[in-house]
């Protein structure tokens, strides 16, 4: 440790170039490669194509993006649970939303059980425990779209409650009894200097904070700027306990739009306590086609049923069930059924774009099906 301290030290009183602050050609060398390397990944991955370790397009960690599919702020994983069995408790900060592609079961989220089915759209809010339990004779698989915004934030921790498994390469830490109560990361991986212990169980800092935020129900007069933050924490807190844990699939309403045949599962019209993302599902008929639009955010799409292409920009990009289409930003694209039955999308997108001004669409074309208001 008296090393690391002189090492700082050292770097404290040394005079830092600006040019290493405003390298501006630098900059822009970066942002050219990185251009070219958008161009070059594929638009449509297909499942051979998955990058490995559980997220299909890189790990929720920023710096795993642009690795498979030219998309920088979405990624994937796939939740595939056999009958009866059930996955490890965990809790992040981050919500998370699973879209449930086929089969049934239950997620438990802190001790309460909410049932699901195939094209129901379970959401977990913050820093809530969660574990999926499959129905004893299905089992069940789901698709969970994440952002990468909370790596960024610093804020992309979790919680392990249990271990079915320990990841390899570590070294398992048990208790007097020799159950497992975590394990151990050898130094020299990932650049580690020294030892590194995840044991399960919960962080005391982080339960304490999210206890007493919880814990606000109500706030004081005032009518100041500051005390809508004040409100602010009131209303999440209310929207947490009573939006839903499972948006049914039955219960949502299709829409007829000049985009095509839309499902809205979660929106700017959604009280749900899950609003890193918006969610919707689109249905094409045999010989269809969407509209045509173009957004600033990058878009990603599950391919849930049928077969078709996209055009994004002149270029056409055949899909079919079990691919992901990645649309970049600023890019005008449409959908295209040329199977013989119907073809099922699931498209999602950040919703952070919209908090900066930048979320409405430029409609260039109507679907295929659209006969007016």
Avoid at 55 to 71: M, N, Q
Avoid at 161 to 189: H, L, M, N, Y
Avoid at 296 to 305: K, N
């Amino acid at each position: 440790m008296a090393e690391k301290e002189r090492v700082r030290e050292g770097l404290r009183e040394q005079e830092v170039d600006p040019k290493l602050y405003y390298d501006y050609e630098g900059r822009f060398i970066k942002q050219k490669l990185e251009r070219e390397r958008m161009e070059l990944l594929p638009r449509v991955v297909k499942p051979p194509m998955f990058a490995k370790g559980g997220h299909i397009l890189g790990d929720l960690r920023v710096f795993e993006r642009y690795t498979v599919a030219p998309l920088s702020a979405l990624t994937s994983s796939f939740l595939d649970v056999k009958a009866g069995d059930r996955t490890e408790k965990i809790r992040m900060i981050p919500s998370m939303v699973a879209y449930i592609l086929e089969g049934t079961g239950v997620c438990v989220q802190d001790g309460q059980s909410h049932a699901f089915t195939a094209n129901d759209l379970v959401v977990i809010p913050p820093y809530t425990t969660q574990e999926f339990v499959a129905d004893a004779k299905t089992g069940f698989r789901a698709w969970l779209p994440q952002v990468r915004l909370w790596h960024v934030l610093g804020l992309l921790w979790q919680e392990q409650f249990d271990f079915k498994s320990i990841p390899e390469g570590t070294e398992p830490i048990k208790d007097s009894s020799g159950q497992a109560v975590g394990f151990r990361v050898p130094r020299g991986i990932l650049g580690l200097e020294e030892d590194l212990e995840v044991r399960k169980g919960a962080d005391g800092k982080r339960e304490a904070v999210f206890s007493a935020r919880r814990g606000v129900q109500q706030t004081g007069p005032g009518n100041t700027k500051y005390d809508w933050f004040l409100k602010r924490l009131v209303e999440e807190n209310a929207v947490e306990k009573t939006g839903p844990r499972v948006i049914k699939g039955n219960d949502t309403a299709w829409e007829n739009t000049r985009q095509g045949r839309l499902k809205f599962y979660i929106s700017l019209w959604t009280e749900v306590a899950a609003r890193a993302l918006d969610l919707m599902t689109m249905e094409i008929e045999p010989a269809g086609y969407t509209g045509k639009h173009r957004h600033i955010f990058e878009e990603m799409i599950f391919v849930q049923q049928g077969k078709g292409y996209d055009v994004h920009e002149q270029t056409k990009y055949p899909w079919e069930a079990g691919d992901v289409i990645c649309i970049p930003p600023m890019t005008a694209h449409q959908h295209f059924n040329d199977g013989s039955g119907p073809a099922r999308l699931i498209s999602t997108w950040s919703r952070q774009l919209a908090h900066e001004f930048l979320g409405g669409i430029e409609h260039i074309s109507d679907a295929s099906n659209w006969k007016g208001s």
